[in-house]
């Protein structure tokens, strides 16, 4: 049975599935935890996230025109680093967007269902899309154009609610109050339209840490464009598409959060944003355009749905790649003769987010993968840095910056975010040693 995939994306194929990876929950879900934290100080932590996103899509750009193949920063880190960075970085990338999976689909169900059928629905939803990736990454991609362009559609309404309905108008006292305050949002002096103190959880002011915490809840909705580089094994042209496609989805992305996030904060106000279950909602109805509420939903649900699509094709090729180099058992490797996809590591990661689909809490899932996908960006950039000067298309202070941000982001998470994720982590590299063992026992020429 083969254990190589087929190139059949296009560059047009290469940046939909980049833009249905980041435009789905995130930006319908992660503003709100993210006020919750710093306020009006969420404004800077975009700006922080963005920063970070830049520098980790030009490593893993760069990575990716040298190493086209399955698995993404698992390959750039054996590659670079050694086998035991492609580890980390490929199991972080498990862990982290495995859980990213299970968040997209508990927003789908949130904004298609009632409360009482969301967990079954999103478990429904989950089998689908893997059924789906099942049959071939040409499906995958043509689904997600039809999921992503509607849904880009609807973020310009929320926009537009928010340009004419007079929300943007807002902003600049909040940074004002940043900047007058010395670095600190003066949360007491800031009053959004509706008359509420802007804010997030109370009063008082939102300092550099608070803004950091939510830059690090920000990064989940940017971390979209690595699915890109785990697809580079079925992309056509590697070297010039990959490169091009990420860089054309995470520059569309980064204008699409500017302006949602400028439009909810103004709309609502900090408090209000970080009250609220389903922001892009209220936002519409508080500047008027109440009649877009349920496209906005509707919005949600596709988005949640092309990012989940997205992801599962992503992890599948991640332990496809791991098993391939024998991180993950060998029985993960295995190509389907007919459909030309990694079916078995594709139904085993499905099984595991229906798992966290019934048991797990959306606030916790999103710190939970930011954590994960930091680690796999810290080490793309590591691996960047390393690369030989042939093949470096950036400076090496791009790769160095975006190393110490993910540094950053992850150690101020919240704690229990990060002390799940070092105990998942060192978990995951125990079991690695004992099946390396185990391996060796049985046959010495496998042992690394």
Not at 225 to 242: C, F, H, Q, W
Not at 323 to 340: I, K, Y
Not at 348 to 368: C, E, N, Q, W, Y
Request: one cysteine or more; charged letters at 10%; glycine letters at 12%.
């Amino acid at each position: 049975m083969s254990s190589r995939l087929e190139r059949r994306l296009g560059l047009g194929d290469a940046v939909f599935i980049g833009l249905g990876s980041m435009i789905g929950a995130g930006v319908f879900a992660v503003f709100q935890p993210a006020a919750h934290i710093a306020g009006a100080g969420m404004l800077i932590g975009l700006v922080v996230a963005a920063i970070v996103a830049f520098c980790n899509a030009s490593s893993s750009a760069q990575l990716a025109a040298q190493y086209p193949s399955a698995g993404g920063s698992y390959v750039y880190g054996r590659e670079e680093l050694g086998p035991r960075w492609g580890f980390a970085a490929g199991w972080s990338f498990l862990i982290g967007k495995t859980a990213s999976s299970a968040a997209m689909a508990m927003v789908f169900a949130a904004y298609a269902v009632p409360s009482p059928w969301a967990r079954l629905v999103a478990v429904a939803v989950v089998v689908v899309l893997v059924t789906v990736n099942l049959f071939g990454i040409t499906r995958t991609a043509l689904l997600t154009k039809v999921i992503v362009i509607p849904v880009l559609a609807l973020l310009v309404v929320v926009v537009a609610s928010g340009l004419l309905g007079g929300s943007w108008a807002v902003v600049p006292e909040y940074l004002q109050s940043w900047f007058s305050g010395g670095g600190e949002w003066r949360l007491s002096g800031t009053v959004s339209p509706g008359g509420e103190s802007g804010s997030g959880s109370g009063g008082g002011s939102v300092g550099p840490l608070a803004v950091l915490q939510s830059a690090g809840l920000l990064f989940f909705a940017f971390a979209g464009y690595a699915r890109i580089a785990t697809l580079g094994e079925e992309v056509r042209d590697p070297s010039k598409n990959i490169p091009r496609a990420i860089g054309i989805a995470f520059a569309v992305v980064v204008v699409i959060y500017a302006a949602i996030g400028v439009t909810a904060l103004g709309a609502l106000g900090a408090s209000g944003l970080a009250a609220t279950d389903n922001p892009l909602v209220d936002v519409v109805t508080t500047n008027g355009w109440a009649w877009a509420s349920p496209l906005v939903r509707i919005g949600a649900a596709l988005a949640s749905l092309g990012a989940l699509l997205a992801l599962i094709a992503g992890l599948g090729r991640t332990a496809f790649a791991m098993a391939r180099e024998g991180d993950l058992p060998r029985w993960f490797s295995a190509v389907h003769p007919r459909f030309n996809t990694p079916y078995r590591a594709e139904l085993v990661v499905g099984a595991v987010v229906v798992v966290l689909v019934l048991v797990a809490d959306l606030r916790g899932v999103i710190g939970f993968s930011s954590f994960g996908v930091l680690l796999y960006y810290f080490v793309a950039n590591l691996a960047a840095f390393r690369q030989a000067r042939a093949y470096r298309r950036y400076p090496r202070a791009v790769s160095v910056l975006g190393a110490l941000g993910c540094a950053v982001l992850v150690v101020t998470l919240p704690l229990p975010a990060v002390v799940t994720g070092v105990l998942v982590v060192v978990a995951g590299f125990v079991l690695r040693e004992l099946r390396s063992r185990h391996v060796a026992r049985i046959d010495p020429k496998l042992e690394e």
